[in-house]
């Protein structure tokens, strides 16, 4: 099972959205709708932002918005801020033997 | 509040062995599927393993089947992960989590222990 596919770096200007794309197969993304989101600061355990392609866990801000089409899901940060500068990951469900696979990682920075 | 607190991780040789902890708190440990998710350095995550609540089913990604023991004991909250036969691209911070049995997704994270496999 190859890892989700996620652009290197994601940029934006404060106050702007940007969006991260997470393409996967018709193995993973394309027939499950359970794909999450997880950002991670430096040095820090990831923290998970989106579930089930879409619904945020309580205590997430509302910047952050999913989507999914086909085989490809996105992450949307809206009115980007400093602090949203980390790491962010996707990750599928990929059925009962593999179960779990990630994407390569996104780096978002705040210009 | 939930809290994970990962540990055993430390340098040991290829070919070695090492078992990491991850006590539980915060929550009903028997209840809630636990995994396990690695990084190595400067890299991305990888699902290592998971476990029921039961701890009836577990789960394995194909590079550490064969090598890697996933356990856990309900009477002391306590996640399990037994390694062996170590090499050196197991390298990595372990993570341990909390798995939505239905949904498929970690919810709570630790803070992570490294495991170093160097001669």
């Known amino acids: 099972q190859s890892a989700l596919t996620q652009p290197a770096s994601v940029s934006g200007s404060p106050g702007q959205s940007i969006t991260i794309s997470c393409t996967g197969t018709?193995?993973?993304?394309?027939?499950?709708?359970?794909v999450s989101w997880y950002q991670q600061h430096p040095g820090k355990a990831p923290k998970l932002m989106i579930y089930?392609?879409?619904k945020r866990p309580s205590g997430v801000s509302d910047r952050f918005s999913g989507s999914k089409s086909g085989s490809t899901a996105s992450l949307t940060i809206s009115g980007l801020q400093a602090e949203d500068e980390a790491d962010y990951f996707c990750?599928?469900?990929?059925?009962?033997?593999?179960?779990?696979?990630f994407g390569t990682g996104t780096k978002v920075t705040a210009l | 509040e939930v809290q994970l607190l990962e540990s055993g991780g430390g340098l040991v040789q290829p070919g070695g062995s090492l078992r990491l902890s991850c006590a539980a708190s915060g929550f009903t440990f028997s209840s809630h599927a636990m995994g396990w998710v690695r990084q190595a350095p400067g890299k991305g995550l990888e699902w290592v393993s998971g476990?029921?609540?039961?701890?009836?089913?577990?789960y394995y990604a194909d590079s550490v089947r064969g090598r890697f023991t996933i356990s856990r004991d309900n009477s002391k909250n306590t996640l399990y992960l037994q390694m062996s036969s170590l090499r050196v691209e197991d390298t990595a911070v372990f993570y341990c989590?909390?798995?939505?049995?239905?949904?498929?997704?970690?919810?709570?994270w630790g803070q992570g222990t490294l495991v170093t496999v160097s001669s």
């Open positions: 990750c599928s469900y990929a059925g009962s033997s593999t179960l779990f696979v």
């Open positions: 989590a909390t798995w939505d049995w239905n949904y498929y997704f970690l919810d709570y």
């Open positions: 089930e392609d879409y």
């Open positions: 018709s193995s993973d993304v394309g027939t499950y709708d359970f």
């Open positions: 476990l029921s609540g039961s701890g009836g089913s577990a």
